[in-house]
């Protein structure tokens, strides 16, 4: 089957960086997508990698390695309108979108 | 600005009532959408994708006939929720994706939000 993981949960400080993981196991891969979501509304779009390396867009940078099935989100200096749930998201060989869970992201003064 | 409007925001019904609930793609013409669910605090699950001019294709477990799409021109999706029910009470999403190449994300509307009493 495919599966996308990543935390549930993570805390970080104000002004702090975190990095966020995902590993997925899916048929076929044609892309990875990070979305950000606050509470009770929709997702917006983040970054996407479909080559192996740092894709860097200000404070945000998104890391693949495809041999490993492996992304990570990287978020510096880290203000409060932080707080969200970031979502990972494979596109398979079907050009299908498959979802992670969402990590939640707790920014802490 | 943003790429799909969704309309309405919020719906608030009685139980038995039917709710339809559009999508439109502002700047671009989208041959599919998405429709997703999502209850409080878990993550996003796609109902069905919404294919222009034929059937939408329906996930595992969606019912056809509680939840009818439409997909009447290249840039409006609609669902309804038919004879909704308390347990029907979510957050509705939907999405669209640009044509081109596959690097193109999907981009969300605002969501709706349904409470049946």
């Known amino acids: 089957g495919q599966n996308i993981d990543q935390p549930t949960e993570m805390t970080a400080t104000e002004g702090a960086i975190v990095q966020i993981n995902c590993t997925y196991q899916t048929s076929g891969f044609n892309g990875l997508f990070w979305y950000q979501q606050h509470a009770g509304e929709a997702p917006t779009f983040l970054s996407y990698n479909v080559l192996d390396g740092l894709e860097e867009k200000g404070r945000f940078s998104s890391f693949l390695s495809r041999s490993k099935g492996y992304s990570y989100l990287l978020l510096k200096e880290l203000q409060m309108k932080d707080s969200a749930s970031y979502l990972c998201?494979?596109?398979?060989?079907?050009?299908?979108?498959?979802w992670g869970a969402g990590t939640k992201l707790i920014i802490k003064p | 600005g943003a790429v799909v409007s969704q309309h309405p925001s919020w719906v608030i019904c009685k139980s038995g009532t039917s709710v339809k609930i559009e999508c439109r793609s502002l700047?671009?013409?989208?041959?599919?959408m998405f429709w997703y669910r999502q209850f409080p605090k878990q993550s996003l699950m796609l109902m069905a994708t919404s294919n222009e001019g034929s059937k939408a294709t329906y996930e595992q477990g969606v019912e056809k006939d509680k939840f009818l799409i439409n997909h009447a021109s290249l840039t409006l999706s609609t669902l309804t929720v038919t004879s909704a029910h308390p347990e029907d009470s979510s957050f509705y999403i939907c999405?669209?994706?640009?044509?081109?190449?596959?690097?193109?994300?999907?981009?969300f509307g605002d969501g709706t939000r349904l409470s049946i009493l």
């Open positions: 998201a494979v596109r398979d060989s079907n050009y299908q979108l498959i």
């Open positions: 999405s669209a994706q640009r044509p081109g190449s596959g690097n193109q994300p999907q981009h």
């Open positions: 700047d671009f013409q989208a041959t599919t």
